[in-house]
């Protein structure tokens, strides 16, 4: 599956580094959205990016930055994370349909990005 | 906040046994949706549930929405090799932008035993 990727797939960062992960998804979809997966706790909802605009921000720390330069691109930056923060990051996108209320639409995930922070 | 239990969070089975998993939110749902993860993988889209009491099925997998929309089941009858995952479901986290993201349980890891 193609649809939905993201780069780099596996990361080992410090945590006075700055990186950034990159989503792209290839589905012609209008909304991205940036989920965390760790051992401990279940997917988790960090930012949601409907039409560009940022809709949602899950009380995620400010280390945590995301950006969504047009409906295709989704990038987390990443500064003075600590190691906690290692988890797989999960990008997925769904196309919102403007007729229809609020709800939500299936979502296509990426393969996400194992994040290491030593 | 809103809260989607799901259990159990473990199920061996017999190759060959059904299996269901049971999830229940805190708040009622407009929708519910249920994920497939394979070891190693992603989750991927299997289904998703909009009416009070509806029942879809897709060949062995049976996924029930409840009556007051708070609850929900996935139910695989003669389990192969291939069910092997892990199954979530979620609700929506009602953004009020036009897209919700979701709201996943822990999700019920399904191992089968040959």
């Known amino acids: 599956e193609t649809g939905v990727t993201q780069t780099p797939r596996h990361l080992v960062m410090g945590m006075t580094n700055k990186k950034s992960l990159k989503c792209e998804q290839h589905?012609?979809?209008?909304?991205m959205y940036w989920y965390k997966q760790s051992a401990k706790k279940p997917l988790e909802l960090m930012f949601v990016?409907?039409?560009?605009?940022?809709?949602e921000n899950n009380s995620v720390p400010s280390r945590f930055s995301p950006e969504c330069p047009n409906s295709s691109h989704l990038f987390l930056h990443l500064h003075t994370l600590q190691p906690e923060d290692s988890a797989l990051y999960l990008c997925?996108?769904?196309?919102?349909?403007?007729?229809?209320?609020?709800?939500?639409?299936?979502?296509?995930f990426g393969p996400g990005t194992r994040l290491t922070v030593t | 906040g809103q809260q989607v239990m799901q259990i159990p969070q473990y199920q061996h089975v017999q190759e060959g046994e059904d299996f269901t998993t049971y999830c229940n939110s805190s708040?009622?749902?407009?929708?519910i949706q249920w994920y497939k993860q394979r070891p190693g993988g992603h989750p991927v889209f299997l289904i998703q549930?909009?009416?009070?009491?509806e029942v879809k099925k897709q060949k062995r997998l049976t996924f029930q929405f409840g009556e007051a929309k708070k609850n929900s089941s996935l139910h695989i009858t003669a389990t192969q090799t291939t069910d092997v995952g892990t199954y979530f479901c979620?609700?929506?986290?009602?953004?009020?932008?036009?897209?919700?993201?979701?709201?996943f349980g822990k999700g019920t890891h399904l191992i089968i035993q040959p």
């Open positions: 997925a996108s769904s196309q919102v349909t403007l007729s229809r209320d609020s709800s939500s639409y299936e979502q296509y």
């Open positions: 708040t009622t749902l407009s929708n």
């Open positions: 589905l012609g979809h209008n909304a």
């Open positions: 549930l909009v009416k009070s009491g």
């Open positions: 979620a609700g929506p986290s009602y953004s009020g932008g036009g897209a919700d993201g979701l709201t």
């Open positions: 990016y409907n039409f560009k605009e940022q809709t």
